[in-house]
């Protein structure tokens, strides 16, 4: 049961309880809309901000740290940190920062582990925050466990619903007989499996468009068009290949992705969430081959 506002207002000796009774409902807020734990939020933004004390959080109102990267168009501040003269984000209202730091965990693949974690594992959590470089400090994870129990924010993890990471976006479907008076037919040689609601397999060593395009009742031009191809390439094993058109926009719950550092271009950030890339390209204003910078955020759905 979560403790109410006016038992921390007052008890509000220090500036640590205070924070906690301004923040968290918008911390519980976010850990509805996002899954990360509001325990976890509330240490980061005790610790990243000294309690909301922080020029960065005062002037600012950036309570997490979160720096501006490539893509990010609001406004923008300087300050050392890791390095003289840093860029960090600026935000209208404490909200909109516990959102962004929320999707900043949510949309990166780095981060993706952490929503496999039970939502009331705070010390996985903050272990697996520390281990995935969310912040140098080698003591980080201890801090935030620290932080938890001395103010008993676990109490915020208790008893609420936590939606599934959306990041579980592929489910296996059942396998269609080759007699079947579907339009599309699907090889009972594998399994066929569906990103974003669209079937698909995934290539095994051997395989080429062609005999992917034959086995499953499709013409070459289809395949191609369906995975945003203009020709041929080679296929590596384990690559996805689609039987049928992608949506338009990814599932619902997965409004972007933030680029990582293996050099994905956009069609594989395409191929990736079940998108086609024409409409990638619209949300983005990017060409369909260009590789977005680590750091860059990709719109996923309007």
């Given at each position: ?6 038992v ?23 850990m509805?809309r ?103 400090d ?38 269609v ?23 698909c397999?995934?290539?095994?060593p ?25 020709s ?8 996805v ?22 050099g ?12 086609r ?26």
């Amino acid at each position: 049961m979560l403790l109410s506002l006016a038992v921390f207002a007052a008890a509000a000796d220090n500036p640590y309880e205070k924070y906690i009774a301004k923040y968290s409902s918008t911390a519980v807020s976010e850990m509805h809309r996002s899954g990360v734990p509001a325990s976890i939020t509330l240490a980061q933004g005790l610790l990243e901000s000294a309690a909301g004390q922080s020029s960065l959080a005062a002037k600012s109102n950036n309570h997490f740290g979160i720096k501006c990267h490539s893509d990010w168009k609001g406004k923008k501040v300087y300050k050392d940190d890791d390095k003289a003269g840093e860029c960090f984000r600026v935000y209208p209202n404490a909200a909109a920062s516990f959102r962004d730091h929320s999707d900043f965990l949510r949309y990166q693949d780095r981060y993706k582990s952490l929503f496999e974690l039970d939502p009331t594992d705070y010390k996985s959590w903050a272990r697996g925050l520390k281990k995935a470089g969310y912040a140098t400090d080698r003591s980080y994870a201890e801090k935030l466990i620290k932080l938890i129990e001395d103010y008993r924010l676990y109490i915020y993890d208790q008893d609420t619903p936590v939606p599934e990471t959306p990041l579980e976006i592929e489910k296996a479907v059942e396998r269609v007989r080759t007699d079947s008076s579907e339009e599309l037919r699907f090889s009972l040689a594998r399994d066929v499996y569906e990103i974003n609601g669209v079937p698909c397999v995934y290539a095994v060593p051997g395989d080429t468009y062609e005999s992917l395009a034959s086995s499953n009742g499709l013409f070459l031009r289809e395949i191609l068009r369906f995975n945003d191809l203009s020709s041929p390439k080679e296929l590596a094993a384990g690559e996805v290949v689609y039987l049928k058109s992608k949506k338009k926009n990814a599932a619902k719950g997965l409004d972007k992705y933030i680029a990582g550092n293996g050099g994905e271009s956009l069609r594989d950030i395409a191929q990736r969430f079940g998108v086609r890339l024409s409409s990638l390209r619209k949300y983005n204003s990017m060409d369909g081959d260009a590789v977005p910078s680590e750091g860059d955020t990709i719109i996923l759905r309007k």
